[in-house]
């Protein structure tokens, strides 16, 4: 089977199934796996696809159109720019969260802050920041030691674990707050946390 035709043949299941973006959502599979560009997949649609890579890409429609996120299937997600590896262990980054990290590089250009990052899943927050402001430092909690596991990763990836501190630690705690400075920024998803008297008063608060 050639490229193209497996593309419009994925397209056709996705439709039949009721997959939003189902054009964007077979190219991404088909780029993904045999390490392609758009425009590759154009100039190359006519080129027979391996027994191997049909599997492969086989078995992502499969898992697509039983509901599983695309992202978790191909292990990635785009964020900032960035590309971050992504699990079912961690939530998967939103293009809207990108606001966030654009407004806090707007607010603090490149000027040396600290930032705590609760619940950091990926990392993408955090990690974004650090990423474009080489004067950050930030110290990323999160529950979970898997999801740790897969920020560390990514901090490791884009080049800035140098940067990034990363701990488990349960965030309703108690002494939670007075373990860590964070001075100048903090974030976290308003499903888990929100301004208190733990806060100190100079701390700049977003997501909440």
């Known amino acids: 089977m050639v490229i193209k035709e497996l593309i419009i043949g994925i397209v056709k299941n996705f439709n039949n199934n009721n997959i939003e973006n189902a054009v964007f959502e077979a190219n991404l599979i088909v780029k993904h796996q045999l390490k392609l560009s758009s425009l590759d997949i154009v100039l190359k649609g006519n080129n027979e696809v391996s027994a191997d890579d049909l599997k492969a890409i ?21 964020f900032m720019g960035l590309e971050f590896k992504v699990n079912p262990a961690v939530l998967i980054p939103r293009g809207d969260t990108e606001i966030l990290v654009e407004h806090v590089l707007e607010h603090f250009g490149k000027k040396a802050i600290n930032v705590l990052d609760l619940c950091t899943g990926s990392g993408c927050i ?8 080489k004067n950050a430092l930030v110290t990323a909690i999160d529950i979970s030691s898997e999801a740790i596991k897969c920020a560390i990763e990514n901090a490791e990836i884009l080049g800035v674990a140098d940067r990034v501190n990363f701990k488990v630690a349960d965030v309703f705690s108690m002494d939670f707050f007075g373990k860590f400075d964070f001075s100048h920024i903090t974030h976290g998803s308003s499903l888990y946390f929100r301004r208190t008297a733990f806060l100190p008063p100079n701390a700049y608060v977003i997501g909440l």
């Not at 429609?61 to 599983?68: A, L, T, V």
């Not at 974004?128 to 402001?133: D, G, R, V, Y």
């Open 58 to 78: 086989k078995e992502y429609e499969k898992r697509r159109i039983s509901g599983e996120p695309l992202q978790y299937i191909l292990g990635t997600q785009e």
């Open 126 to 133: 955090g990690i974004s920041i650090a990423h474009f402001n």
